[in-house]
């Protein structure tokens, strides 16, 4: 019925296409401005340490992704999908991925829980910490936040792979030099 009466008359027509065109411009601006704006505070907080470039990657991809997903989103409204029906297909996904996750919980939590840790942690990269466990206790510098992982670096050299969800949970004591 709608597509009916656009048929019925052009000019009107021509003007949704054309506002769609300049609201999608908008829209990419938008998006290309925001990538560009996070990925340089990304940028700035890993300034001079080489060994953290490959984490700053790491979170980069995430933001990137959730920016994509969500530019994808604002331009199928845009273009005159039926927001129940977005909605609808948005929830159906979400769910297929939740249910597929479920059995892997903790990947999606230490996704998180890296990505945390990256921005707003006590401790940082070429910090020397002791984790307080009470079975064993850990003492190095944080060699890399990956993606999944804390690299702890001992003062033997050896390297020691925490998951980040339970690095974050861990009562974690930072070294000052004096």
């Known amino acids: 019925h709608y ?3 656009l048929f019925q008359n052009p000019e009107d027509y021509m003007e949704i296409t054309q506002l769609r065109i300049i609201e999608t411009a908008v829209a990419l601006i938008i998006y290309v401005i925001i990538k560009l704006l996070l990925n340089r505070y990304v940028n700035n907080i890993v300034v001079g340490n080489v060994s953290t470039s490959k984490g700053s990657k790491i979170v980069k991809k995430a933001i ?3 920016l994509l997903s969500a530019f994808i989103i604002v331009l199928l409204s845009i273009w005159g999908v039926n927001q129940s029906e977005l909605a609808v297909f948005v929830g159906s996904v979400l769910t297929v991925i939740g249910i597929a996750l479920f059995a892997q919980w903790s990947i999606l939590s230490n996704i998180t829980s890296g990505i945390i840790i990256f921005f707003n942690h006590s401790v940082q990269l070429e910090d020397t910490i002791l984790i307080i466990d009470k ?3 850990i003492e190095g510098k944080i060699a890399d936040i990956k993606l999944f992982f804390v690299v702890i670096e001992t003062t033997n050299k ?6 980040n969800s339970i690095f974050l949970n861990k009562m ?3 070294k000052t030099n004096v």
């Open 135 to 137: 079975d064993y206790e």
């Open 172 to 174: 974690i004591k930072k």
């Open 158 to 163: 050896e390297l020691i792979y925490i998951p």
């Open 64 to 66: 990137n992704l959730t």
């Open 3 to 5: 597509q009916q009466e």
